[in-house]
């Protein structure tokens, strides 16, 4: 037998915050410094400027080996670009301290609608060119991309970025562990959704880049000190969303003849590959924040208005509620500086340049399935009612310039303590959907990235449950579900039942345990008889 000089493998403790197991090279985070954070902070001329040559660079690239047609075409676009009116009228806003991703959307829009309304077809034809230019330079001031980190390793930091996770290729495997963390943060909730094997709370511990490691999410243990060749290759876990999923639409019925509807949640778009729609009665929650990840993508209408559709065209009728972006505490929008009291509805409604953006695009977007509107983080009645204006407003302009559309139901996320507890005043919403998540960080004084989150949850559940039942009394006959991670957890299906709900939203991985959950139910969350 081969002898090796290595010290035996070490094994530390840690909490598991996605199941699976995963081994390879440690990739060693560094925290981003202060001079990267600003970097990333997208903030004026010199920006814009750099955004447009490299726009023009990339049309002249692509003027090179087209035709005549295409020439003239470019031509243009080039024209505008180096006409100093338009960088003059963007520098303007700019100076009356708009954000420069905004301040040129905002310029270039002015002059696409004045193209559109204009009385002869070539000018009129024109517009789309300039919706290209739009987005070229809207694509070039994106943010500095997040440092990403080799394929196949384990990330090993103190926390990760949302950004982060969602810009790394998973598909040739990796892990996550960290220092602190939380199961209950928005990676945890990421690395579940894609089977990413996570640990998290396993304190400081030492170990140098390339050295190979494990990180075993079923036991929460990390192993260190191990020798590469001695580790058998690590067939990806069977997870729940591996095994036949069953083909039913989402549609159960409890032992005593109640229909149950489940969903599910997403959070990135390209999720949904490789799921039948026919599992799941809809998309319960789409958390658009992991789509639209930078400023510039939140200004970018034509991006939103494909992300969408994508999801739509997939569920092939099915109702799809899409969150409106939830930016905020873990989940920051790259390039946007907030403070931390501005969170969901009302940094939509305080920011309205980002708003009316998406709204066009989730307007444009219903055309094409069965969509639905969520506001998150709402508290109380009059924002629903701001944010259904602007939509009004924008419909309008829509219509004005002859733009397919159509105006979705809108509903809110029922996730701040005191919304939950006056929602029968809650008249503009369309339907709730419960947001456990939130609705317990609020209950227990707590925040999810806390380490001790998943145990202040645990003992929190009956008050979660009690409040859950009181505010299902005042939502009357509006459309009701939940898509907190509670609605995922087989424990709690029976007293989730009992309190009244009947459609359940989850990550695509824990169907087949809630089914199994409700199978042999009364809908009152009673065993039936026999069972
Ligand atoms: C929630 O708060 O329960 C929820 C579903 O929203 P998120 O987890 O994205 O905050
Ligand atoms: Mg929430």
Redesign the pocket.
């Known amino acids: 037998m081969k002898k090796r000089n290595m010290a035996a493998p070490l094994r530390l403790n840690a909490t598991s915050a996605s199941p699976g197991v995963a081994s390879g090279p440690a990739y060693i985070a560094e925290p981003p410094t202060a001079a990267a954070l600003s970097q990333s902070a997208v903030s004026g001329y010199a920006e814009l400027a750099a955004a447009i040559e490299t726009a023009i660079d990339e049309l002249q690239k692509l003027a090179t080996g087209t035709d005549a047609e295409g020439g003239d075409i470019i031509d243009f676009q080039l024209e505008v670009l180096r006409d100093p009116t338009i960088a003059e009228m963007a520098g303007a806003r700019i100076d009356a301290n708009e954000n420069v991703v905004f301040a040129w959307v905002g310029t270039l829009d002015g002059y696409i609608r004045e193209l559109e309304s204009a009385e002869e077809e070539p000018l009129r034809a024109r517009a789309v060119d300039i919706l290209d230019i739009k987005n070229r330079v809207l694509a070039a001031l994106t943010g500095a991309p997040v440092k990403d980190f080799p394929a196949g390793s384990i990330y090993v930091g103190k926390d990760m970025e949302p950004s982060r996770f969602l810009a790394h290729d998973w598909s040739a495997g990796g892990g996550i562990a960290l220092y602190a963390g939380s199961a209950?943060g928005?990676v945890a909730?990421l690395a579940r959704s894609r089977s990413v094997p996570m640990v998290i709370g396993a304190g400081r511990f030492l170990t140098t880049g390339g050295q190979h490691i494990r990180v075993d999410g079923d036991a929460g243990v990390i192993v260190l000190q191990m020798d590469k060749e001695g580790v058998a290759p690590i067939r990806p876990e069977l997870t729940a969303s591996t095994t036949v999923p069953a083909e039913d639409n989402g549609v159960l019925q409890t032992a005593d003849g109640r229909q149950i509807l489940l969903s599910i949640?997403l959070n990135a778009p390209d999720e949904i590959d490789g799921i039948a729609a026919t599992t799941a009665a809809g998309i319960g929650?789409m958390?658009s924040?992991f789509a639209v990840t930078s400023l510039a993508d939140a200004a970018n209408e034509e991006k939103q208005l494909a992300i969408y559709r994508r999801v739509l065209d997939w569920a092939d009728g099915r109702s799809v509620t899409i969150?409106m972006l939830?930016v905020g505490?873990d989940?920051p929008l790259s390039g946007l500086a907030t403070s931390p009291e501005l969170r969901g509805i009302r940094l939509l409604l305080a920011r309205p340049e980002i708003t009316r953006v998406q709204v066009r695009a989730l307007l444009r977007a219903a055309v094409f399935g069965n969509l639905r509107v969520m506001l998150?983080?709402v508290t109380f009645p009059s924002e629903v009612d701001d944010m259904r204006q602007i939509f009004r407003e924008e419909a309008a302009e829509l219509a004005r310039r002859d733009v397919p559309h159509r105006f979705p139901s809108i509903g809110m996320?029922v996730?701040v303590p005191a919304a939950a507890l006056m929602l029968e005043q809650f008249e503009g919403a369309d339907f709730f959907?419960?947001?456990?998540?939130?609705?317990?960080?609020y209950l227990v004084a707590s925040t999810?990235e806390d380490a001790d989150f998943a145990a202040h949850r645990e003992k929190a559940a009956q008050a979660v449950l009690r409040l859950l039942a009181y505010a299902v009394k005042l939502a009357g006959s509006k459309p009701l579900s939940i898509?907190?991670?509670?609605a995922g957890d087989p424990r709690l299906t029976a007293e989730l039942l009992a309190v009244g709900i009947r459609h359940f939203s989850m990550a695509p991985a824990q169907l087949p345990a809630i089914r199994s959950a409700i199978v042999g139910l009364n809908a009152g969350g009673t065993k039936a008889a026999g069972e």
Do not use: I, V, W, Y
Request: proline fraction near 3%; glycine fraction near 10%.
């Open positions: 209950a928005h909730l949640n929650l958390r924040e969150r939830d505490g989940k998150p983080m996320m996730e959907s419960f947001g456990t998540n939130d609705l317990t960080q999810r898509c907190g991670d509670m």
